[in-house]
């Protein structure tokens, strides 16, 4: 790592390249339906004739942009553009709905540049040491992080914890339809042949989240978002200030999307979710969580763009991608005849040197685009009239539904499941809690399953399941995050039962 | 006052249903895997369906003996709602058939006439048909021709 490669990445051709891509990215991401891995993958062909540096500069750049296009429409619409933004759309609706959404655009833009230069840092400083992290997890891990996740439904459910939980299962139950992906049976399609395709993730997400805010908008004749008389189009300074003020928050929310991002298959939604948990669980009495905080948006934003870089640290160390859209450049990589590995690194080193250099660039460069851009999505969602809003994101979220498997069934029952997320979410059952079990599913039946088989071919089926080191933690981490809530909730009871004694 | 306490008497039926529903699709998932032919496919769903009923029935108690007055549909028009969700289905079912655009226009004018509350003249309809057919064409060439995504 040296000079030179910083200077092969500030190219014009490299910077412009950073630069398409950030726009492009956030174009696309910000498209409910269209993900990061899709932005990415669409995108692909067209570096196949590029030098290897400048086709993963392009690629990184479209995929940090997609991460952070998601945030608008979770923001502005209540809809993840991408899976990653799903703890976004908690406190940064409630914001929007409540006058701040300039505010809440700006404070996801500092975050997410924030998030992406932590994960970039770490690729750059730590790869080869941190990728051994993600070797040291094998599938009774992965069974434990998924319950860890499933353990934040208790932080996610909005009043009814017993709600949360049977929602979470319900969303667990959802994950199984379809083949299974271990022995082949087909599960809970009853004879309908469409369901055995199994429920798409992004399409339920589009539906959960999308579908009963357009059913809530047509009722009444109120506007869908209030506007701020007198209020800049983002309120930039203002979230900075923010944004420096929860930089703690900030920091540890990186570092939690860095290593989630560095471990196969977690991704950006669960490392978005864990950080928004840590920050919920670390607040302080006065943050009101699920109200419009802001340091919601800048735990789940930081944390999914730092999954970046984190996730790129195995797809360019070992050659195991962490994020689906690291398998899809990986792919990229390997039609140019690149061999990733540790000789990547030594070997190659002005490759990928210079794409992470190129990766800062186009972080650095979403500060800008991600403001300008975000004004105008802003100012647009804002004063465009309900009549046309409605319609026009109905649309969205059929073509985007569609275009994932290119499947009419999965419309349907995007918007099956979206009218019965929404009579649920009418009688306290909230959306989140469904598609953190959907997601986390097959991850921890997958876990659960595979240790099932070495801990009973092995002999050892207690000593599979709770006798690993990692395990342990992960199960500590998981008993702190379901009793720690309890203990300070008691805990601000007592604090305010001495109050009013000491003020008779 | 009166209507107050009345509202808070009132047993919460809505979550009562749907618990009820959830402990149904849980029996469902227990009789389903009874078919499955390997049993690493069982243990999942089976232990999934078990905490589904379990927490359902959890949740009938607590709804039982601490109702929560503040759910339910709430105010609004029922007829724009159905409107809105039928009119997407009434686009999926036609697609097969009629092609994308044509398809999707259903559920654009659905979603237009529900969303609409302030009545229509023929100038408001001109512009909002017009606006419908850019916004349209927009995202279908987007998705057509520079995504590449085969719409029917």
Not at chain 2, 36 to 49: G, K, L, T
Request: glycine share 12%; charged share 10%; aromatic share 8%.
């Amino acid at each position: 790592m040296g000079l030179e490669h910083l200077a092969n990445a500030l190219t014009l051709t490299n910077l412009a390249l950073a630069l398409f891509g950030v726009v492009a990215g956030t174009v696309i991401g910000s498209i409910p339906g269209l993900s990061a891995t899709m932005a990415v993958a669409v995108l692909v062909p067209i570096t196949f004739s590029m030098a290897p540096a400048s086709a993963l500069i392009l690629l990184g750049a479209i995929y940090t942009g997609a991460i952070y296009g998601g945030a608008y429409s979770a923001i502005l619409l209540n809809t993840p553009g991408t899976p990653s933004a799903i703890g976004t759309t908690f406190d940064g609706y409630p914001m929007a709905k409540r006058g701040d959404g300039d505010l809440a655009v700006a404070i996801a833009c500092f975050a997410s540049v924030f998030g992406g230069i932590v994960g970039a840092l770490a690729l750059l400083l730590l790869a080869p040491p941190l990728s051994s992290v993600a070797l040291a997890f094998g599938p009774v891990e992965y069974l434990w992080l998924s319950i860890f996740g499933l353990s934040l439904i208790a932080s996610l459910s909005t009043g009814n914890v017993l709600k949360g939980l049977a929602g979470g299962a319900l969303g667990m139950l959802l994950s199984c339809v379809g083949v299974a992906e271990i022995s082949a049976d087909i599960r809970l399609t009853f004879g309908v042949s469409p369901m055995i395709g199994g429920i798409e993730v992004v399409g339920a997400l589009i539906g959960l989240y999308c579908i009963p805010v357009l059913i809530d908008l047509v009722a009444t004749p109120e506007r869908h978002l209030k506007v701020e008389q007198g209020v800049r189009a983002v309120r930039v300074r203002e979230a900075a200030l923010i944004a420096w003020r929860s930089r703690l928050n900030l920091l540890r929310s990186s570092v939690i999307g860095t290593v989630i991002g560095i471990l196969p298959g977690a991704g950006g939604s669960v490392a978005g979710l864990v950080a928004y948990s840590e920050a919920k669980r670390t607040a302080r009495p006065d943050q009101k969580f699920g109200d419009g905080e802001p340091d919601g948006i800048m735990a789940t934003e930081s944390a999914n763009n730092a999954t970046v870089g984190g996730g790129f640290i195995p797809t360019l160390v070992l050659g195991i991608p962490g994020t689906p859209p690291d398998a899809v450049i990986l792919g990229a990589l390997l039609v140019q005849g690149v061999r990733t590995g540790p000789t990547l690194f030594d070997g190659g080193g002005s490759i990928v040197y210079t794409f992470i250099f190129g990766l800062f660039i186009a972080t650095i460069l979403m500060l800008p685009t991600g403001l300008l851009i975000g004004r105008y999505a802003y100012k647009t969602i804002v004063t465009i009239p309900k009549t046309i809003l409605v319609p026009a994101v109905g649309f969205m979220t059929i073509i985007g539904t569609f275009a994932i498997r290119n499947s009419v069934s999965d419309v349907i029952i995007m918007i099956v499941l979206g009218s019965v997320g929404w009579v649920l979410s009418r009688f306290g059952f909230a959306a989140s809690p469904i598609v953190l079990g959907l997601i986390l599913g097959p991850i921890a039946e997958q876990g659960f399953v595979q240790a099932w088989i070495i801990g009973d071919a092995t002999g050892n089926l207690a000593g599979m399941f709770f006798g690993r080191p990692i395990s342990l933690a992960i199960i500590a981490f998981t008993i702190l995050s379901l009793v720690y809530p309890v203990i300070q909730s008691r805990r601000a009871k007592r604090t305010l039962a001495t109050q009013a004694n000491l003020n008779d | 006052m009166i209507e107050t306490t009345a509202k808070t008497g009132r047993k919460d039926v809505g979550t009562l249903i749907i618990a009820s529903l959830l402990i149904g699709l849980g029996l469902i998932t227990l009789y389903d895997v009874t078919t499955y032919s390997d049993s690493d496919s069982v243990v999942f769903p089976s232990f999934v369906a078990y905490a589904l009923i379990f927490c359902s029935v959890l949740v009938i108690i607590y709804s039982w003996l601490k109702p929560n007055p503040h759910n339910g549909f709430g105010t609004g028009d029922w007829w724009r709602r159905f409107l809105l969700v039928a009119s997407m289905l009434a686009a999926c079912l036609a697609m097969p058939l009629s092609g994308f655009l044509p398809a999707t226009a259903i559920a654009f004018a659905g979603g237009l006439i529900a969303a609409r509350h302030e009545g229509w003249d023929a100038r408001s309809a001109i512009i909002f048909a017009l606006s419908g057919v850019f916004i349209m064409a927009g995202f279908y060439s987007l998705f057509r021709f520079a995504l590449g995504v085969p719409l029917p």
